[in-house]
């Protein structure tokens, strides 16, 4: 009998099911859904930074999205035999001692601090500076010399210590935290104590500051000095971590009677978005996986006899079988990519929101078309238009911390520039100065892996900007100077996830035996042009003098900076 395996990829806005065939890593069937409360902007506020997820959203889009895919397939219940889950990171969730989300108890329903608190949440910048403050000054081991000397404040602790902070309801009916990818995974497999639960490694390590070297988690007496209650939060949580081939338990019976599968499907250690998606894009050793859509997530494995005990400064960790066991996870990234194009987008769209309101000529149904269709289309046309632009014509120069940096080292105070505006700028050319700039960004990041000893020797990209961005793409290439190979599956991290799945199910003995017959094939190959790549070098260099000065100049402003000078 043929053997199939699901992965669940929760990501920012929606979640992907995959329903794959372990023999090839054909996808089968796969489903969509978009998160209804977030998607009508409930419990966030983003002039605050403060993005938060409601878990039914979650735990909605779990059942319909692995329902559909079983249901649609046609394969029995019992071929089914794993399921992984990745989502996004850190997110954290306030639990009950039972292990619900507190936002599932009564009186918190509506409450946004009892939600989860998503990756780009970024309201706990005061913390993350507190904890960098700390973690150098307080006599001890510095906890974070691991996640790259720099704790951010889209991480565990820094969100914990904030909502803690600033309201009592939700610290005092919080018996501890899990990460998304722990809490939906305990969930499925319903299971009812959290304190025996096997928590990802890849999540702990990445942002909890978890490591083997100290014991696990940072001891009581750094956390009790941030406040009390972090101590109480880690009681309550793990000391040991695990890696996504190892088996979480089996699906509930009434999770078995939702999805239409059986009580024997084994369910994975749960993990991130990002390091599925490179296990799914190949996970080969020195090869930079560039997860590109609303932000980039950069993922390297390394093996640990070349990494050793070498700190990677800058980055968001080196973790011990984040991506594969055995082997040193490496993460980087920006904490804006699609997003800073989406947010241009938003900006030339508001007449579409604010003004066509007013016009008696048009039904409210053929408005919102109209809005629909016009804002699909700017970034295609802006995209095709940039790309036409001639070299010698005046582009401006951008930043591209429009949601802060995360690597190299993490600072989400920092905020975007475009300067080099006149008369005769038009938005093709701030729109490509913006493609230019996060570019510029992900060179930042690549030069720094090597200045720390870390060799790159080839780039893939897969995420929703790889797959439909040529223009964004090929001037990566032209900027990074280095050929971009881009993975066919437009699910990488939800295969990654599926791979982990077929590992933990006995299917393979490995992940490595598992990603040569399952992982994705590339396709297109964007290379290097060579009057670009001139042209690039010298403007990635204004790139570097502009972000130095906005940079000086943002933290003569404000004190709070998250760097490890604090
Ligand atoms: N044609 C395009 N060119 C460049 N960027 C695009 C294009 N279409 C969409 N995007 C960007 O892709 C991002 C979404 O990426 P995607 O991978 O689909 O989502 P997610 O990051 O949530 O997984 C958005 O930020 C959007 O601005
Ligand atoms: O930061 C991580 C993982 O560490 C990601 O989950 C985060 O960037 C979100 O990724 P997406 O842009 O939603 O794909």
């Not at 329903?19 to 209804?36: A, N």
């Amino acid at each position: 009998m043929k053997q199939y395996v699901v992965g669940l990829d929760f990501g920012t806005d929606s979640v992907r099911a995959v329903l794959v065939d372990t023999s090839t890593g054909r996808t089968l069937e796969s489903e969509v859904h978009w998160y209804s409360r977030w998607k009508e902007g409930k419990y966030c506020n983003a002039r605050e930074n403060r993005f938060r997820q409601h878990p039914l959203d979650h735990i909605e889009g779990m059942e319909t999205t692995v329902k559909k895919v079983v249901q649609r397939s046609g394969v029995p219940p019992e071929a089914v035999k794993g399921i992984c889950i990745d989502t996004t990171g850190s997110s954290p969730v306030p639990i009950d001692s039972s292990g619900t989300a507190l936002a599932l108890t009564p009186g918190f329903e509506e409450n946004p601090n009892a939600m989860m608190v998503l990756w780009k949440d970024h309201t706990s910048i005061a913390e993350a500076a507190e904890i960098n403050h700390l973690a150098k000054n307080w006599g001890g081991i510095d906890y974070t010399r691991y996640i790259g000397g720099v704790y951010s404040s889209e991480w565990f602790w820094a969100k914990i210590l904030h909502i803690a902070r600033e309201d009592r309801t939700v610290k005092e009916a919080a018996w501890s935290w899990m990460e998304h990818c722990d809490l939906m995974t305990y969930i499925l497999t319903g299971k009812k104590d959290p304190k025996t639960f096997k928590c990802s490694r890849c999540a702990a390590g990445h942002k909890a500051m978890w490591h083997e070297s100290w014991g696990g988690l940072p001891e009581d007496g750094f956390l009790s000095r941030l406040d009390p209650y972090l101590v109480t939060v880690k009681e309550n949580l793990y000391t040991d971590t695990f890696t996504s081939d190892m088996v979480a338990g089996t699906l509930s019976r009434d999770w078995s009677e939702k999805l239409g599968l059986t009580e024997h499907t084994i369910v994975a250690v749960g993990t991130f978005d990002a390091h599925a998606g490179a296990v799914g894009a190949g996970a080969e050793a020195f090869a930079l996986v560039r997860v590109m859509g609303t932000s980039t997530c950069d993922i390297m494995v390394a093996p640990k006899e070349i990494i050793g005990n070498n700190a990677v400064k800058g980055i968001c960790g080196q973790v011990d079988g984040s991506v594969v066991p055995g082997w040193i996870g490496l993460e980087a990234g920006q904490s804006a990519f699609g997003d800073l194009l989406a947010w241009f987008r938003e900006v030339l769209a508001w007449p579409l929101e604010n003004l066509l309101n007013d016009t008696i000529l048009l039904s409210e149904e053929t408005r919102q078309q109209l809005r629909e269709e016009l804002k699909s289309r700017i970034i295609p046309e802006l995209s095709a238009q940039a790309e036409k632009i001639p070299a010698e014509e005046s582009v401006p120069l951008a930043l591209d911390w429009i949601n802060g940096r995360r690597t190299p080292d993490a600072d989400q105070a920092l905020k975007s520039a475009i300067t080099g505006l006149n008369l005769g700028t038009r938005a093709p050319h701030i729109f490509r100065a913006l493609v230019e700039a996060i570019c510029f960004g992900a060179k930042k990041i690549v030069e720094r892996f090597e200045e720390e000893g870390v060799e790159i020797r080839s780039v893939v990209g897969i995420g929703g900007v790889a797959k439909k961005a040529p223009f964004v793409m090929q001037t990566l290439a032209d900027v990074l100077d280095r050929p971009i190979r881009i993975a066919v599956s437009d699910q990488a991290p939800a295969l990654g996830a599926a791979i982990y799945a077929a590992v933990a199910a006995g299917i393979y003995p490995t992940v490595e035996e598992a990603v040569k017959a399952m992982g994705s094939p590339m396709e297109t190959t964007y290379e290097p042009r060579e009057a670009p790549v001139g042209f690039y070098r010298e403007k990635y260099a204004r790139y570097k003098e502009l972000a130095a000065f906005v940079e000086k100049d943002i933290h003569k402003k404000n004190p709070l900076k998250a760097t490890s000078d604090v």
